[in-house]
């Protein structure tokens, strides 16, 4: 359960509008069963009132929309922004994406937001989940009725939550946590740890489900480019028929690259994979060793930082040693 | 006989790992020498003769072992071509030719007087016997 | 698609000794685009080049490919000749069939095969060629000259003749440099001072000139034509245009004990001193090591006995910020340090001294007042030991030497041992060499009469110790040519030191993005044909910072930077280099990382409204370079996720189109 | 009808293999996708594939011919391998009413052959739904799950599988299965007819089984295509494909051509009408905004297919969108705020 | 040793004021390597995209390096020292994709190294040529 409340979130909300700060919302409507909100634009306190949800489910990263809603209105965008998301925010603030005084930021701190695919791995026909005592109540068609501790719901982004702290708000509701030591490397270690040809079965058994649907990347906040280079016939790169296992292996190389960095782990990649590709780990092996190699950094943590892979030193890691960093935890 | 020398020449840059042809013919090597007085043949000449295959007369005579090997023309030499180097590996060359032994056990006290250091005799008898 | 010519070079047997010239012309002939192809024995030949404008006339060729030696040796030639003929100079792609195939492969078959190989990758790229203008810059009509050496002050002169501004930055408190150090110079036995002293004045008093002494360039932005320089001018605590150069002060100065290093500190000066009588300009210098008032507040002296009262204890650092058209660098050269020399007891004895010491002993207006006298007690020495090559030559021992020869000690050290002759007749003098290298008008006369005339004893060999004892200085050494070890007891021993250049230039190259080699000499942009000019256009090189130099060859550098300067300075306009960096506005994300990584600050953003395909209006910050700053590395088009940011000339469409050439 | 026993199903799997590829849900780690048959591979005991069934007629990307370039010569090579008999096994009936859909875009004049060999070659056992999901809505569409179309109907009971030839194809297949299998009886019908009746009672009891698509249908272009719920409805759509790529009835195609550098190979692939560059042209392209791109697919499926093929709807009720969409919108989200209003 | 038939091929990217000029003194001073080695000349090592690399190794190539200046002696100051870091990261990454690590490599040759040229691509050709076909990364659409 989340600490703060529709109410709280509601009221707030209205009267944000009602002092005319904000002329709209990001939020979360309903959909037709517990797990299904979609993300929406409210314009007035009353269509909040009728349509806002707020529960376990509404896990979205809504940074990505500010681009879009800033540009629409004259006033601010009011926005929910869980600790994840903020580092998204200020990762996009940092590449002006959109102008910061377009947006009224509320922190609301998160318990972790439950994801239905894990439910729906366990269970046939979940038709709703509800707060109950110890955890969560499960109604299932087939399956009969149970009860699962939180914990169990929770996606890999939230069970290895990097930080509970927000970096940017204009007013943070309920209370702030701290930037946590998470085991979100471990699996990358795990990894690297591998043979090559152990670690290349991998990917290629993962990769090769891909369906080239580009879900990745449209729910990306750092992906917020223009025109993206693989929609692009002129960047050489581009190919919409993806027939051979080389265009995978070319799409999620480049696609991480590109947001090496840049990218929070905020984790709406895999989240949204439909296929259960685990591409945080790309990410993350690119965080980890900017980590390793480079210093500590954590993209968004503030406005304004220089990434490494626009930085060096003089003294820095060649590419031939930097190949050796896996196999030195062997 | 021209291939001995050669084969020689060729241990001996082998041993030594000298390049002679690296020498510029300064001199600073034997102005260095504290043996040079004793010597007939001086250490850039060791070296150009080595350089041109000239051993015959370096390999029979006394100079290669009144260098004292103290390594002044190592330190001392512009170039880093290390004479004292290539005169190790000829006496070494020497040595492992038949009968080539300079010192046996047996001569030694026909050489050494009291104010003979009991170090120089071991390091002699390490330096001139196989 | 273009229409493309192409063009392969025999280069003699360079190129047709390992590849089959007419199989690769041939081959070509059938790639995408290419409508003509040839082969022809010097396509870099009047003739060659005649041949490529007529086919470029004859075919209407849109492109050309030529297949000979590297772009770095004749990309400009073909460039040009396209251009002649009516073709854009960019539609030029060279394929490097010789340093990288024939020269490197020695079988006919497999360097005909990568030679079409490499013809079919730049026929691809030049495919994908466009027309490309460059841009032009204006150029700023002031000239900047780093160091007050005669190299600095020539090349100033010369400029300044020309009619533009100049600035000279020198570090010392006067210009000068080495040559005011010196006593006569070779072959002639003038006085340096007779010649170079109005030489300085005449810098000192031209209307075009200004002397920033005692200062240091501390910045350098911009670019050739443009260059903007920050040169910091350290407090002297003496008002320079108020100072009549008088000297009172540095009489009366209490602090007598700091070592002048004008004399190499063989001698001492005062805490406010002027460092020789001729200096320009002649204003006096409070050294802050030493100077009481400075120290501990206590003093004063010089303030009150200025009746100027040019004394200004209370003087900053100042940054001045000026713009230039053209740097030129004079930095200059020392000699190395003889420190680590113990074989020669430099450290041990006064009585072992460098060359350039003995130029102060021997000069009037050294600490001697001309006489020669030994170091140690005042007396005259009557056998002198000079040795050749100290740190010179010297491969094995990077950390004491340097592995070049120094060019300068042959010729200074048969002046020294000449000179002593002459003055001092009583005197043995010997000269340990290792070859006496005398190139130069009227240079192998000079030692002769050394040799000859004077009684100079040269000696073919090392020194190989030098052991003070006594009064004496034991030298042993080598006489080849006898085969004999010699043993001298002399009374000074004068090292030939070898020259370094002056530490100053390292961070003065990183700043101008100038190169340097391993020995920090300043590389030029072409050892024979381009040697003033550094490789970063806009920077020259003059004097010793760019190798070994005698006074002649530096004053003819000096000269000949001048002259590229003043060739540059005649510009209103400078050309620039068409392959640039561009941003496509509509497809720029605005997010600055390409800014971040740009070296030159070439890239900022701007705030434009675009029309955009849904057909409304929108304000969006996009980049935008800067043409005539911008170089083209290129680092940004990487750091661009979305490609927005592409360089011309090596467009990414043109490298993929070459990386498939190769691979298919 | 005939039946083998469930604990013989690797048996039947063996036979049909023997004469022809087999393919067949079986269980991955990110779900049950169709795979070749081989020994020991297991049917999986999910409701349905992440994928569709239609790869199997139109595949995501299909070489359709290659050009080879000899100097400035051009050769065009044939790479048709749509020839081969396969055995799609255990299809829903969602999946296999999508190919009806699918036939009447690629069959119709002028026939796509590529699709037709394929369609010719290929036999289709469909399996009725016992555990229909959550966001099974077929039922909206006239779709029976109990009962669905193919060549051999499948239906599967806790130790029985019964198998019903429909078409002559179905049929030569079971004969050639006879002596794995064994005639049916009249137990074995009333058993067929229980599990049917199972199968209705839970379909009826879906969540989704009172959505209707009665509102929707051929020519109500001028009813929807101005409605203001397209803005919200629209207004998180990603613009990725994945909706329409485990579709089992988007059609949508591109032809690409991919140069090797020693000639072009040239592809058929999905398109998907969410994609900004979906049938961008010289001039442009038609739908400029996200919002026109979204209407177009449920327009697509909910107006403008049926407007053109007798009032068939080209949304099968798979569900798939349902559980895919990386913001959680689908058909029927769309189709009740729609229709909501229409009817109110 | 093994001798191994295999004739790989590789694409070397150049930088135009270090390596492209150390490769033509090689050439100048006829230190032969390999015909396999095919080079591209770009301006600076850092105006090679990582998509380069990636397409080299699509179209057939068995083996990619990239040569720059020396770090510290880039002719556009800082170029090489983004490159270092980039291929560092996308290195690192092939590797962990399974990828073979022998067959990229980044290799800083000054102007005056055309022996260092000639050595490296003697020797980078033999490492790739120890691996054999690239299988990896390969594209089989562009096969022959």
Known sequence: ?330 | ?130 | ?664 | MRKIAVSRMEELFAAIAAGQSLYLPVDTKAGAKFEQWESGKQLSSALNTVRSAKDFFFPQTENLMDFRMEGKKIEIIDTRRESEDFVLFGVRACDVRSFTVLDRVFLAEPVDTYYKNRREHGLIMSMSCTRPAETCFCGTFGIDAAEPEGDVVCHMTADTLYLDAKTEKGSALLESLSALTEACGGEDETAVERHKELSHERLSGLPLAELSADRFGADKTDAFFNDPAWKTLSEACLGCGTCTFVCPTCQCYDIQDFDTGHGVKRFRCWDSCMYSDFTKMSAGQPRLTQLERFRQRFMHKLVYYPTNNDGLFSCVGCGRCLSKCPIQMNIVKVMKQLGGKQND | ?144
Request: charged letters at 25%; a negative charge.
């Open chain 5, 1 to 144: 040793m093994q001798v191994t038939e295999y004739k790989p091929l590789i694409v070397a990217f150049c930088c135009n004021w270090c390596s492209y000029a150390g490769a033509d003194l090689a050439g100048n001073n006829r230190l032969s390597y390999p015909a396999d080695v095919k080079i591209i000349r770009v301006p600076c090592s850092c105006r090679v995209n990582p998509m380069f690399i990636l397409r080299a190794f699509q179209r057939g190539a068995d083996g990619v390096i990239l040569c720059g200046c020396h770090p510290g002696d880039c002719h556009y100051t800082t170029g090489n020292y983004y490159t270092r870091r980039r291929m560092a990261l996308l290195f690192s990454m092939l590797d962990y994709l399974g990828i073979e690590r022998e067959r990229t490599r980044v290799e800083w040759v000054s102007a005056a190294e055309g022996a260092k040229f000639a050595a490296t691509m003697n020797d980078f050709v033999a490492q790739v040529a120890a691996l054999g076909e690239n299988k990896r990364l390969e594209d089989l659409r562009c096969k022959k």
């Open chain 1, 1 to 330: 359960m989340q600490e703060i409340t529709r109410e709280a979130l509601l009221s707030r909300a209205a009267e944000l509008f009602r002092d005319g700060t904000v002329d709209r919302a990001l939020g979360w409507r309903a959909g037709e069963f517990d797990y299904d909100v979609t993300p929406g634009v409210f314009t007035s306190a009353e269509e909040l009132e009728n349509g806002f949800v707020w529960n376990d489910f509404c896990g979205a990263n809504f940074s990505k929309y500010l681009i879009r809603e800033t540009g629409l209105t004259e006033k601010k965008v009011l926005v929910f922004l869980k600790p994840c998301d903020t580092y998204s925010f200020n990762q996009l603030l940092t590449e002006h994406r959109f102008a910061r005084d377009k947006v009224y930021a509320v922190g609301v701190p998160c318990a972790g937001m439950a994801d239905v695919k894990l439910l729906r791995d366990r269970f046939d026909g979940v038709t709703s989940v509800e707060g109950a005592e110890g955890g969560v109540l499960v109604h299932t068609l087939y399956d009969g009725d149970v009860t699962l501790p939180q914990a169990e719901l929770l996606p890999d982004r939230c069970r290895n939550c990097k930080s509970k702290k927000h970096v940017a708000y204009d007013e943070l509701l309920g209370s702030d946590g701290e930037v946590l030591d998470s085991h979100r490397f471990d699996e990358v270690e795990q990894l690297e740890r591998m043979t090559p040809d152990e670690r290349f079965a991998f990917w290629q058994n993962e990769l090769s489900r891909c369906i080239r649907c580009n879900a990745c990347r449209d729910v990306c906040p750092a992906c917020t480019c223009e025109k993206c280079v693989f929609d692009n016939p002129a960047s050489g790169a581009a190919n919409k028929a993806p027939s051979s296992s080389f265009e995978e292996q070319m799409f999620h190389i480049i696609r991480a690259f590109h947001v090496a960095g840049r990218c929070t782990d905020c984790g709406e990649c895999s989240r949204v994979c439909p296929q259960h590709i685990p591409l945080h780990l790309l990410n993350r092996k690119f965080i980890r060793d900017i980590d390793r190699f480079y210093g500590e950094y954590q993209a968004g943590a503030e406005v304004g930082s220089r990434a490494p892979i626009v930085d060096y030193t003089e003294g820095d890691i060649e590419p031939g040693e930097a190949v050796e960093g896996g196999a030195r935890h062997a």
């Open chain 2, 1 to 130: 006989m021209q291939n001995k020398n050669e084969r020689r020449r060729e241990q001996i840059l082998r041993i030594s790992g000298v390049n002679p042809l690296k020498c510029m013919r300064c001199g600073k090597c034997s102005a260095t020498c504290p043996s040079y007085d004793e010597m007939e043949y001086h250490p850039h000449e060791f070296v150009y003769m080595v350089e041109t295959g000239d051993l015959e007369p370096l390999i029979h005579s006394a100079s290669i072992y009144q260098c004292l090997s103290c390594m002044a023309c190592v330190e001392r030499c512009p170039r880093g071509v290390e004479p004292g180097k290539l005169i190790e590996a000829l006496r070494l060359t020497v040595i492992r030719e038949k009968d080539g032994n300079h010192m046996t056990a047996d001569t030694i006290p026909a050489v050494i007087d009291d104010e003979t250091p009991q170090q120089a005799i071991v390091s002699a008898l390490r330096k001139y016997t196989k």
């Open chain 3, 1 to 664: 698609m273009q229409r493309i010519g192409v063009f392969v070079c025999h280069c003699g047997t360079n190129i047709a000794g390992t590849v089959d010239v007419k199989a690769v012309a041939a081959a070509l002939k059938n790639e995408p685009g290419v409508v003509f192809s040839t082969d022809y024995q010097y396509m870099c030949s009047q003739a060659g080049q005649d041949m490529i404008k007529e086919a470029i006339a004859e075919h209407h060729l849109g492109g050309i490919v030529i297949c000979s030696c590297s772009p770095r040796m004749h990309e400009a030639t073909f460039r040009k000749t396209a251009a002649a003929a009516g073709l854009n100079p960019y539609m030029v792609e060279i394929a490097n069939i010789r340093e990288q195939c024939s020269w490197v492969h020695k079988d006919m078959a497999v360097g005909t095969e990568k030679a079409i190989i490499l013809g079919k990758a730049a026929v691809a790229k030049v495919n994908l060629n466009t027309p490309l203008t460059p841009g032009q810059s204006p150029v700023t009509k002031r000239a900047l000259v780093i160091g007050g050496g005669i190299a600095g002050i020539q090349t100033a002169l010369d400029i300044a003749e020309a009619g533009f501004p100049v600035d000279i930055v020198e570090t010392k408190p006067t210009i000068g440099g080495k040559m005011a150090q010196l006593d006569k110079t070779f072959p002639t036995l003038d006085c340096a001072a007779c010649i170079l002293t109005p030489k300085m004045v005449d810098a000192g008093q031209h209307e075009n000139i200004r002397i920033f002494s005692y200062s240091e360039v501390t910045a350098v932005k911009g670019f050739v034509g443009n260059f903007d320089v920050t040169i910091k001018r350290k407090a002297r605590y003496v008002k320079e245009d108020v100072c009549t150069g008088c000297g009172l002060c540095t009489e009366k100065c209490p602090q007598k004990k700091v070592p002048n290093e004008f004399n190499l500190g063989m001698d001492n000066r005062r805490a406010i001193y002027i460092p020789f009588a001729q200096a320009v300009p002649k204003v006096a210098t409070i050294d802050p090591d030493y100077c009481m008032m400075l120290k501990s507040g206590k003093c004063g002296v010089c303030s009150k006995v200025c009746t100027a009262g040019a004394i200004d204890y209370k003087a900053k650092d100042e940054y001045i910020e000026e713009k230039y058209g053209a740097i030129v660098v004079a930095t200059g050269f020392n000699p190395i340090s003889m420190e680590k020399f113990d074989e020669y007891a430099y450290s041990q004895s006064k009585d072992v001294i460098t060359s350039l010491e003995f130029e102060r002993l021997t000069n009037a207006a050294g600490p001697t007042q001309g006489k020669l006298l030994r170091p140690s007690d005042g007396e005259h020495p009557h056998t002198i030991v000079f040795v050749q090559c100290v740190g010179s030559r010297c491969e094995a021992c990077s950390e004491k030497g340097k592995e070049y020869c120094s060019k300068i000690c042959c010729m200074y050290t048969a002046k020294h041992a000449m000179l002593t002759r002459d003055k001092y007749p009583d005197t043995d003098v010997y000269v340990f060499y290792i070859d006496v290298r005398t190139p130069g008008k009227n240079f192998d006369e000079f030692y002769r009469r050394a040799v000859e005339e004077y009684g100079v004893h040269y000696i073919k060999g090392m020194v190989g110790k030098v052991s003070p004892e006594g009064k004496k200085l034991h030298v042993q050494a080598s006489d080849l040519l006898a085969g004999k070890q010699l043993h001298i007891d002399a009374d000074l021993v004068v090292l030939a030191a070898a020259i370094e250049p002056d530490r100053s230039a390292r961070p003065l190259a990183t700043m101008l993005t100038a190169s340097m080699d391993t020995n920090d000499f300043f590389t030029e942009a072409h050892p024979k044909l381009r040697p003033v000019e550094s490789p970063t256009a806009g920077v020259f090189l003059s004097g010793a910072c760019q190798g070994p130099k005698d006074i002649p060859e530096t004053v003819s550098q000096a000269g000949a930077a001048a002259a590229k300067v003043i060739g540059l300075l005649c510009k209103d306009h400078l050309t620039g280099n068409p392959c640039v960096a561009h941003a496509d506005e509509m497809m720029c994300n605005g997010c600055s990382t390409c800014e971040r990584v740009c070296p030159y600050g070439a890239i900022t953003y701007v705030e434009k409204e675009f029309r955009m395909p849904d057909r409304t209006t929108k304000l969006r910050r996009v980049a935008s370079v800067n043409e005539a700053v911008c170089q083209g590395c290129g680092a940004c088009t990487v750091a661009c996720m979305s490609g927005a940011m592409d360089l011309r000339g090596f467009m990414n469409r043109q490298i993929q189109a070459e990386v498939d050439a190769i691979c298919k």
